[in-house]
């Protein structure tokens, strides 16, 4: 369907063999992304990166056959995830909003923090999603509700996956967008035995003047031997909304919802992957110039210092006493930013970080995306002190029609 629509999807294949797994990754192209085809809430789904871990999850996999192959798509690098839900009436689509997902593609939507409306899509990428999701719904006659998955990789939006179903997203597009979804979408599913007609029509486009910022819950402090750093299999249990003029202090009150508030002062402690470093610089500038002191394993203070900003050296857990597990216990970090290092890098696995974190109670960042906005929303507090407190009516009066 996608090609008769003429819409992108990630390069993909099916297989049911190891050989023929490895053979469709080739093709490819590593890193894929691998999971069953008939499972829910990404279960069983990895990011695959060589031949050899291929054949890992494909020994590993439990009930393949032709009738239910394993589905492997190109994993889209470094890619913004995003997502819409739409009400459709079979012939026509409506689209409140589309959500920007804090966390980077990989993450599964359900453990992903999403900013509605969108900030930091283009208005022309943010017509083209609007315009795919119509198209689809239309296409595949969706009566009822919709819920469609996307990843923008170099400006470019890929379709990840189309749900002809409610999404759990659905209760909060309905609260910050003001708009009744479920009743309208009741209203479409029930029209031949009501005769009512469709009120896709008379919906308009909106300005939605404030942002809410879903962000989920985890159970990980029932379960301190799991290391609580996300990926493509959903491990959230809940999920919260905060709603603020600023995208940074809406994420600030949904860390508070969840019962992981942010620090408005102290120590943080900054150890990201390679990959995260540069990234990191900016983040540690900003919370250092916000008064927190920064503290950095070797390879990131090395890079802190090099960029001019000020941190304290700290040792990993196999350099000596006292080292970053004995700081974390003893309470001396208000926040910690740790991406995982992974087998790739390090044959020292660093989840000990995080599953200290969990016992010792301190708010623990594990994507560098998650971190900046994690210091945009910590900046706002800090220069906005005052704080305001609107009703969720006061807020949808100021919705204005585009």
């Known amino acids: 369907m996608m ?47 060589d031949d050899e871990s291929m054949r890992e999850y494909m020994g590993a996999a439990v009930g393949v056959t032709p009738d239910r192959p394993i589905l492997i798509d190109r994993f889209l690098n470094h890619a913004l995830e995003c997502e819409a839900d739409a009400i459709a009436d079979g012939e026509h689509a409506f689209v409140p909003a589309v959500m920007e997902h804090i966390e980077l593609a990989g993450v599964h939507s359900g453990d992903s923090a999403c900013i509605i409306p969108s900030v930091h899509i283009s208005p022309e990428n943010v017509e083209v999603i609007k315009d795919y999701t119509r198209r689809i719904a239309e296409q595949m006659h969706v009566k009822g509700l919709m819920n469609m998955q996307y990843a923008i990789e170099n400006g470019k939006v890929f379709v990840l996956e189309a749900n002809p179903r409610a999404s759990r997203t659905v209760p909060l597009v309905s ?7 479920v009743p309208l979408a009741t209203d479409i599913a029930t029209s031949s035995i009501t005769g009512r007609p469709s009120p896709l029509k008379d919906l308009k486009e909106r300005n939605i003047p404030y942002y809410g910022v879903k962000e989920a819950a985890f159970p990980f402090n029932m379960f301190p031997e799991v290391d609580p750093v996300l990926g493509p299999e959903m491990r959230s249990t809940g999920e919260v909304l905060g709603l603020s003029d600023s995208y940074g202090e809406a994420f600030f009150k949904a860390q508070e919802a969840v019962q992981s508030k942010l620090p408005l002062e102290g120590n943080v402690l900054i150890s990201v992957n390679n990959k995260d ?23 990131n203070h090395a890079a802190l210092e090099a960029a001019g900003v000020p941190s304290i050296k700290v040792k990993k857990l196999y350099e000596g006493r006292p080292n970053i ?59 906005n002190p005052q704080g305001e407190v609107r009703s969720l009516q006061e807020l949808h009066s100021r919705i204005s029609e585009k």
């Open 3 to 49: 090609d008769k629509l003429e819409i992108p999807m990630p390069e993909s294949g099916m297989a049911t063999t190891a050989d023929e797994a490895i053979a469709i990754a080739k093709k490819i192209g590593y890193p894929v992304m691998v999971r069953p085809s008939y499972v829910l809430g990404g279960r069983g789904m990895e990011v695959v990166y």
């Open 277 to 299: 470093k540069e990234e990191m610089i900016s983040i540690a500038r900003s919370l250092s110039q916000d008064g927190f002191t920064v503290y950095a394993t070797s390879g």
């Open 325 to 383: 597990c004995d700081m974390i216990t003893n309470g001396e970090f208000s926040l910690i930013i740790n991406s995982p290092v992974g087998k790739k890098e390090s044959v020292h696995d660093d989840s000990y970080l995080r599953k200290a974190a969990i016992k010792a109670k301190t708010p623990y960042i594990t994507t560098v995306a998650a971190a900046k906005v994690t210091a945009e929303g910590i900046h706002y507090i800090k220069t």
């Open 175 to 181: 609260k910050v967008c003001d708009i009744r979804m």
